[in-house]
């Protein structure tokens, strides 16, 4: 598998007082258009958290990424955070504590598991933590990113237009993230 390797020098910062936004242009830009992971790799502390950390969303759409990730946390020794973020149904006329939040964190719980089972059985040798946050996927694998050495997050975006259509997480996390991040595209 072929990668391309976006390196930044400012640990992210751009220029011109505007946070990620030179490397997360340039980063947001390739991992558009290129054909394989792209993996972009900020300056900063050398500290080793053994961790890799992948981002779950539906089933068929995080299928890359998790080989990816189970892949980097095989190949790298290190713990696998998969973090499973969501967040209560917005319906502007019903209150938040109209849902049983329990039963559907519970219900997260369980999709996380279906996700990962396969994965676990290919790659027994590495230690999966499950991870489900209430909470906005950015918010969440951005907060994971201060405590990781690689996040993997997939993206379907493909075509003259694929920076567009990157999503609004996997850009979220090239601007917001504190390490290194690999956008895996089908």
């Known amino acids: 598998m072929s990668h391309v390797i976006v390196a930044g020098t400012d640990g992210g910062n751009g220029l011109g007082g505007f946070p990620g936004a030179l490397l997360g242009s340039v980063s947001a830009h390739v991992a558009g258009h290129a054909h394989g992971p792209v993996v ?68 997260q719980g369980r999709t996380a598991a279906v996700i ?24 969440a694998l951005v907060s994971a990113s201060a405590q990781a050495d690689l996040v993997v997050v997939g993206s379907q975006g493909r075509g003259a237009i694929g920076t567009v259509m990157l999503g609004s997480v996997t850009l979220g996390i090239l601007h917001g993230a504190r390490g290194s991040v690999a956008v895996v595209r089908p």
């Open 40 to 107: 972009v790799v900020r300056s900063g502390p050398d500290t080793a958290h053994r961790a890799v950390v992948v981002g779950l969303e539906d089933y068929h759409a995080c299928e890359p990424a998790l080989g990816y990730a189970f892949e980097q946390a095989m190949l790298r020794a290190s713990t696998l955070r998969a973090l499973y973020a969501w967040q209560p149904p917005a319906h502007a006329h019903i209150p938040e504590s109209a849902y049983d939040l329990g039963e559907i964190h519970a219900t």
């Open 116 to 139: 990962l089972r396969g994965w676990q059985q290919r790659y027994p040798q590495v230690p999966v933590i499950q991870d489900v946050r209430r909470a906005h996927p950015v918010d």
